[in-house]
């Protein structure tokens, strides 16, 4: 079995711009590198056969001329999940352009909340170990310990309340953070939550 080169390159250099296109940020980049990708993938099972042969009939053609009709059954099915793949993230890119004005994917507002308070908790781990590791401490370490603790406290507070505004917030902090009692609700006019029944 022979592989033609240029067909072998030219299927790498196309998975590699599709890869490239997908790990970037905008869906209309990664729907392009999604159909570059599999257009790359589809030449590269092709090319992978060999040389062109005989077609795959029952009768009257030796096994050794005819061509493996496997890889063009599997190209087929890819062709047909690229397309749908295809639609999908035209959609999603369609759908996102409407609701914010860009097709840009942003970051996961709770995977960077966990991941703030899990560097808070492991700081804070390391700061009560070496305040235990001293033997004897003076009022200026214990003064430190509580000022450091003080500080990661308030960068998780600082968080919350930075995600409290994002979500349709009033401006109000403590009512941002903690909520709204219900009577501010029943005594504000300007809110429809406290419309007049």
Same mark, same amino acid.
């Given at each position: 079995?022979?592989?033609?080169?240029? /067909?072998?390159?030219?299927?790498?250099?196309?998975?590699?711009?599709?890869?490239?296109?997908? /790990?970037?940020? =905008?869906?209309?980049?990664?729907?392009?590198?999604?159909?570059? %990708?599999?257009?790359?993938?589809? @030449?590269?099972?092709?090319?992978?056969?060999?040389?062109?042969? %005989? *077609?795959? /009939?029952?009768?009257?053609? =030796? @096994? !050794?001329?005819?061509?493996?009709?496997?890889?063009?059954?599997?190209?087929? +099915?890819?062709?047909?999940?690229? @397309?749908? +793949?295809?639609?999908?993230?035209?959609?999603?890119?369609?759908?996102?352009?409407? /609701?914010?004005?860009?097709?840009?994917?942003?970051?996961?507002?709770?995977?960077?909340?966990?991941?703030? !308070?899990?560097?808070?908790?492991?700081? !804070?781990?390391?700061?009560?170990?070496?305040?235990? *590791?001293?033997?004897?401490?003076? =009022?200026?370490?214990?003064?430190?310990?509580?000022?450091?603790?003080?500080?990661?406290?308030?960068?998780?507070?600082?968080?919350?309340?930075?995600?409290?505004?994002?979500?349709?917030?009033?401006? &109000?902090?403590?009512?941002?953070?903690?909520? *709204? &009692?219900?009577?501010?609700?029943?005594? &504000? +006019?300007? &809110?429809?939550?406290?419309? %007049? !029944?």
């Amino acid at each position: 079995m022979t592989m033609s080169v240029s /067909l072998l390159v030219t299927a790498v250099v196309l998975c590699a711009v599709g890869g490239i296109l997908m /790990l970037t940020r =905008p869906l209309t980049r990664i729907l392009l590198g999604a159909v570059i %990708a599999g257009n790359g993938i589809n @030449l590269l099972v092709l090319a992978s056969t060999g040389s062109a042969g %005989a *077609a795959p /009939l029952l009768y009257g053609v =030796p @096994l !050794r001329r005819i061509t493996d009709p496997l890889p063009q059954a599997i190209a087929l +099915t890819a062709i047909v999940i690229t @397309l749908a +793949t295809t639609a999908f993230l035209l959609a999603m890119a369609y759908r996102s352009y409407q /609701l914010t004005g860009t097709d840009e994917v942003h970051d996961d507002l709770e995977d960077r909340r966990i991941f703030l !308070r899990a560097e808070v908790m492991g700081q !804070r781990a390391e700061l009560r170990e070496e305040y235990r *590791a001293e033997p004897a401490r003076s =009022p200026k370490d214990r003064a430190r310990y509580r000022q450091e603790h003080r500080r990661l406290r308030a960068r998780l507070r600082a968080d919350r309340a930075l995600q409290a505004r994002g979500r349709d917030a009033s401006g &109000d902090l403590w009512h941002d953070v903690l909520g *709204a &009692d219900p009577e501010d609700y029943l005594n &504000d +006019t300007d &809110d429809d939550r406290g419309a %007049a !029944r």
